[in-house]
């Protein structure tokens, strides 16, 4: 079974609108998570890390007043996009490390998604 | 600016036959290696990791890593069906786990 838990899965919103979507390790603690972003038919690129009780850290060109990232435990992640806009609709993935997993490495383990549409 | 290449193909294979799927990337630093499978519409699955240089096989499949040419393959036998999809390269950001470059991804068709 999945070992991160993103919802929703599918967002359909109205411009100017904020959207939030939750990013949950199952089983795990994960001080930190990852959110990336996926336009069709491009690379996921990542946006943000997430880190458990501070601040987030962004990657150059992500708005951090746009994109708002709380962590407030070790077990949940959250992403809003405020006031979305049509540009916004994208592919949100979170990730987090899976410590020692099946394979016995550290590996990075994605949610299933959110598909955002901003209308 | 650090880039993993791949070509976005398509790659079309008959069933039964290896698909060979090529990635090369820019940061000297990098010290972890992965293949991700992704479905149309799903969020990518990881299929292998590798960090040293050389073949790393599971299965069907099998990973080389050439660090000195900054080059790295991922080998699927005995190809199916099932098989369709896009693989993504991704490489860590200077040895940093969960920060990872991935390439645009190089979409594999499997033919009956």
């Known amino acids: 079974g999945a070992v991160v838990s993103q919802h929703p899965s599918r967002v359909i919103c109205k411009s100017g609108t904020s959207v939030k979507i939750e990013c949950r390790s199952l089983?795990?603690?994960?001080?930190?998570m990852f959110w990336y972003r996926q336009f069709p038919k491009q690379s996921l690129m990542l946006m943000a890390t997430s880190n458990e009780g501070s601040k987030a850290t962004y990657e150059q060109g992500v708005e951090k007043d746009k994109f708002l990232i709380n962590h407030a435990s070790l077990t949940l992640s959250t992403l809003t996009v405020t006031s979305a806009h049509p540009e916004d609709s994208s592919f949100y993935i979170c990730?987090?490390?899976?410590?020692?997993?099946?394979?016995?490495?550290?590996?990075?383990?994605f949610g299933a998604g959110s598909r955002l549409t901003v209308l | 600016q650090k880039e993993v290449e791949q070509n976005s193909g398509p790659l079309s294979v008959p069933e039964g036959a290896i698909a060979s799927l090529n990635c090369t990337y820019s940061d000297r630093g990098s010290q972890s290696f992965f293949w991700y499978r992704q479905y149309s519409g799903k969020s990518p699955e990881l299929i292998m990791f590798i960090y040293s240089n050389g073949d790393k096989e599971d299965g069907r499949f099998t990973a080389q890593l050439n660090k000195a040419s900054q080059y790295v393959s991922l080998l699927i036998r005995d190809s199916q069906p099932s098989d369709s999809a896009t693989y993504l390269c991704?490489?860590?950001?200077?040895?940093?786990?969960?920060?990872?470059?991935f390439g645009k991804g190089t979409k594999l068709s499997v033919k009956p």
């Open positions: 089983d795990f603690q994960a001080t930190t």
């Open positions: 990730s987090a490390i899976l410590a020692g997993g099946s394979s016995g490495a550290n590996v990075l383990t």
């Open positions: 991704a490489v860590d950001r200077g040895g940093s786990q969960g920060n990872l470059i």
